[in-house]
């Protein structure tokens, strides 16, 4: 469930242009033949197919193929696929592409399918069934799942540093000086002669263990990044969320914060974005070349899978005015308006929307599912692998959450937004070049 929009989205958005049709999906009655089901996320397949064969069993003239595609190679063949014809009938959706698949006319509304086959919306944990109605007012997707952001940790490495789990659980930021979040992160860094980030002597040319690591710039988005802590000084990545118009990047609080976010690969506290290209931020973990990462609640089968490493999970630092805050996102399942079997399609999206897929995907203890009942399972099924995942949930308890930045013009949002934030993550320009990307754009929305 990996949640960058990606490099090609921007291609992304001119192939859509050349292929549009659009439509309202039909209520479920007589629905047969076979349906392409895509998700990107190999951790979910099994469950996915699971449901998938439940389906079959009780709905014996439906089939459906399930394909399981990575994130670049899943967009890519997607949007190409809306022009060629050859789009699977219903997929995974993002809240950071299905605005533009919707204005584009790529998707069916669901809006009918729920009133006749009288659907019940409120099963779903607050706020997330509202997530997937556009400005119009129509529904295009069926909440699937949600998610947060915690920060990963190695508890050998924490151990040798001489903190405690309690101790990393309760640390604290702000962009003056980073707070304990800087100062654990510059004790767990370690140089290949053995000296810590805060010891005389620090070789920050020559790493062994990073305190942090790094996945990459987050682009406009930052989710898994630094939106945590942008957020805990009040900023918002739009005027409002959902179909903001202006963008905030140029405010001092967004600015200072990735002033100091940068401010890390400088000191030698986490890789510079150049080693990143190409590497896997979760696998370096696993070998043991970072002591926290910053992630979502999707990775947590990855993060605990891991041979030789006990891995612990720790809720993000609080903020100035002692709060916590974590992006909250969902995923939904939608149907591709050129499907040749929308009554089947229709059945399988509400089947996967339901409690009995739900409950499946929940006894895996991958993700949580959206309905309230199914995250319940999730968290018990967690609790007997033997992970805590509290430092993800307690966000929705608190309600210290913010919605990921649902608007329109994504992909050319993502077109700016990452190679401005890369030329600032890289020391090729400062935080204060962000306003003209800024600038760039709100343009869009003129």
């Known amino acids: ?29 007589e629905a047969k033949g076979e349906i392409n089901y895509w998700l990107w996320d190999a951790n979910q397949l099994p469950a996915y197919q699971q449901c998938a064969d439940d389906f079959t069993k009780a709905n ?12 670049d190679d899943y967009w890519t063949t997607l949007t190409n ?30 809006d009918d399918a729920v009133k006749n086959d009288k659907l019940d919306l409120e099963i779903y944990n607050k706020g997330l069934t509202d997530l997937w109605v556009t400005e119009d007012g129509k529904r295009y997707g ?10 990963f940790y190695n508890k050998k490495l924490i151990a040798d540093a001489g903190y405690t789990e309690e101790q990393l659980k309760g640390l604290d930021w702000n962009p003056q000086d980073g707070g304990s979040y800087e100062k654990a992160i510059a004790h767990l860094t370690v140089d290949k002669n053995g000296k810590r980030g805060d ?33 805990t000084l009040g900023w918002t990545h739009t005027d409002k ?86 992006m909250f996102n969902g995923l939904a399942d939608s149907i591709w308006a050129g499907t040749k079997n929308p009554a089947a399609s229709v059945k399988w999206v ?16 991958v993700v949580f599912p959206a309905i309230s ?29 913010f919605l990921f930045p649902i608007a329109d013009n994504s992909a050319k949002v993502t077109g700016i937004m990452k190679p401005a934030m890369d030329a600032v993550l890289s020391g090729k320009k400062p935080a204060s070049s962000l306003s003209q990307a800024n600038d760039q754009v709100n343009a869009l929305f003129k």
């Not at 950071?96 to 509304?109: D, G, I, N, R, V």
């Not at 010891?199 to 939106?227: H, I, M, R």
């Not at 080693?275 to 043991?288: C, I, K, L, M």
């Not at 996967?352 to 929940?362: E, G, H, K, N, P």
């Open 1 to 29: 469930m990996k949640k960058s929009i990606g490099a090609v989205a921007a291609a992304a958005a001119i192939a859509l242009s050349l292929s549009a049709c659009g439509g309202s999906a039909p209520a479920s009655t």
């Open 60 to 71: 014996p003239d439906i089939k459906v193929k399930v394909t399981q595609r990575g994130w």
């Open 81 to 110: 696929g809306f022009v060629a014809g050859t789009a699977p009938d219903v997929f995974t959706n993002h809240l950071a592409k299905y605005p533009e698949f919707a204005t584009k006319k790529q998707l069916l509304a669901l």
């Open 142 to 151: 069926l909440p699937k799942d949600w998610d947060t952001i915690a920060l």
């Open 199 to 231: 010891e005389a002597g620090f070789d920050k040319n020559n790493v062994a263990v990073y305190g942090l690591g790094l996945e990459n710039s987050g682009g406009g988005d930052g989710q898994t990044q630094w939106s945590f802590l942008s957020a």
């Open 241 to 326: 969320n959902p179909w903001g118009k202006e963008f905030n990047y140029d405010d001092p609080k967004f600015q200072e914060t990735i002033a100091w976010w940068s401010g890390l690969a400088d000191k030698g506290y986490m890789p510079k974005l150049e080693t990143t290209v190409g590497a896997s931020v979760a696998d370096n973990f696993g070998a043991g070349k970072a002591a926290i990462n910053t992630n979502g609640s999707w990775m947590i089968g990855q993060y605990t899978s891991y041979k030789g490493v006990e891995t612990g999970i720790a809720p993000t630092p609080k903020g100035p005015d002692g709060k916590r805050a974590s």
């Open 350 to 365: 509400e089947y996967l929307s339901s409690t009995a897929c739900q409950d499946v995907v929940a006894s895996k203890a």
């Open 373 to 401: 009942t199914s995250s319940e399972k999730a968290a018990k099924a967690f609790a007997d692998k033997g992970i805590d995942v509290s430092a993800f949930t307690t966000h929705v308890k608190d309600e210290t959450t």
